[in-house]
Nanobody, 124 residues
Framework: QVQLVESGGGLVQAGDSLRLSCTTSGRTFNTMAWFRQDPGKGRQFVAVLNTITNKTYYADSVKGRFTISRDNAENTLDLQMNSLKPEDTAVYYC???????????????????WGQGTQVTVSS
């Protein structure tokens, strides 16, 4: 059974950093990503890691501030978030895809498993 469990969210001030972790179990995946969602809005792509190509891709809004990485020893997908802004406030979800592809997957519909989400709140 596949399980994704996020941790690391919280309340911080603008300019602070946070590190989110997603512990995965059940199987390994080639494409793993982070999304976020504001109340009343759809789930938005944040960052993706393709383990076939070892390439990462980021939304323009977080490029240069966020870093996605995988710790194979700990079986976690991490998101290091620096220079946080109030507009980064959202529930953050990790997601994994069953697709075996080198294509960068940024649509929520490409992902098959989701964590329960972790709240990140950035005050100004």
């Amino acid at each position: 059974q596949v399980q994704l469990v996020e941790s690391g969210g919280g309340l911080v001030q603008a300019g602070d950093s946070l590190r989110l972790s997603c512990t995965t179990s059940g199987r390994t995946f080639n494409t793993m990503a982070w999304f976020r969602q504001d109340p009343g809005k759809g789930r938005q792509f944040v960052a993706v890691l393709n383990t076939i190509t070892n390439k990462t891709y980021y939304a323009d809004s977080v490029k240069g501030r966020f870093t996605i990485s995988r710790d194979n020893a700990e079986n976690t997908l991490d998101l290091q978030m620096n220079s946080l802004k109030p507009e980064d406030t959202a529930v953050y979800y990790c997601a994994t895809s069953l697709k075996y592809t080198i294509v960068v997957l940024i649509s929520p519909s490409d992902y098959h498993y989701w964590g329960q989400g972790t709240q990140v709140t950035v005050s100004s």
